[in-house]
């Protein structure tokens, strides 16, 4: 079946309506393009749960505290709408700024406490504020019955659960698996700004966050940091912004290893191009 493209506001409302007066039930996956297995296999899992699957591509200006990272970041709608098409994705939902932020760019006055100062809201102050308020318009927007995000933006996940609880949406949040290329590299839409020289690094990320497990419980979580960051660190390619071991669910710090904690290792990894994240799980 061929994709409808909408890029208004009035387009999207009116197919919307449609959609909820035949009680058809609607996935959502929200994106920034430059699309890649990854989204694809969320459009896949959406298709498979619902009626109808919309996608949205919008570069979010908000979310980004560098404005270098958003002049940057790859942008292929055309390329993205045949994927999306190919995948069965019904609707590609592709609003411009003025679209989602019709009053400049006014924030969702919301806060996630230290949920949001850890780990990337550390580094990218704002960036939650900036994922929260576009999420929640695109959610007031599309009404989805389920919406699909990667469990590669591990905190981003934790936040836009909490923040769904507490804008009362009542769309279904679903995480879903992070997509790895053959050698372990978390597929992101940032991959395709890496060197040859930093792609040719980039599989020891993974690489360490797995290698670390065996040491989990028997050495401390500071010894365990430690030698992730230098396993990393191998690489003149590499440096380690911050690898934290975190409660998977309030997301704060693990200081000592208690039996039945799901702990996750979450890393951002800087290269003098993109900056790269990647999480796994630990059990205890
Ligand atoms: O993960 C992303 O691509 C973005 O942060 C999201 C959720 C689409 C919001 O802009």
Redesign the pocket.
């Known amino acids: 079946m061929k994709i409808h493209c909408f890029s208004s506001i009035e387009e999207i409302n009116r197919a919307i309506s449609n959609l909820k007066s035949q009680g058809k039930k609607i996935g959502f996956v929200?994106?920034?393009g430059a699309l890649h297995e990854g989204h694809e296999s969320l459009v896949k899992q959406a298709k498979a749960e619902n009626d109808v699957v919309i996608c949205?591509i919008?570069v979010?200006p908000t979310?980004f505290n560098d404005p270098k990272d958003l002049e940057k970041y790859p942008r292929m709608p055309e390329k993205d709408v045949n994927r999306l098409e190919l995948v069965g994705c019904d609707i590609a939902f592709i609003p411009g700024v003025s679209d989602i932020y019709p009053n400049g760019n006014k924030m969702l006055d919301i806060h996630f406490g230290k949920m949001e100062e850890t780990m990337e809201g550390a580094f990218r102050p704002g960036h939650f504020t900036g994922?929260a308020t576009?999420?929640d318009r695109l959610f007031n927007i599309v009404q989805p019955t389920n919406s699909y995000?990667?469990e590669k933006?591990f905190q981003?996940l934790a936040i836009?659960r909490r923040m769904t609880n507490m804008m009362g949406h009542s769309t279904k949040i679903i995480g879903c698996p992070t997509l790895r290329e053959n050698d372990g590299v978390a597929m992101s839409s940032r991959n395709l700004l890496l060197t040859t020289e930093q792609r040719n690094a980039a599989p020891l990320i993974y690489k360490a966050l797995k290698q670390v497990e065996t040491f989990i419980p028997y050495h401390t979580p500071e010894a365990v940091i430690a030698l992730a960051t230098r396993y990393v660190e191998q690489s003149m390619f590499l440096k380690v912004q911050y690898f934290q071991l975190v409660n998977n669910e309030t997301l704060e710090d693990i200081k000592s290893w208690e039996k039945g904690t799901k702990v996750q290792g979450c890393i951002a990894v800087l290269t003098e191009g993109p900056r790269l994240i990647d999480n796994v799980s630990y059990s205890l």
């Open positions: 929200p994106t920034m949205s919008f979010n979310q994922v576009v999420v995000f990667g933006d981003q836009i």
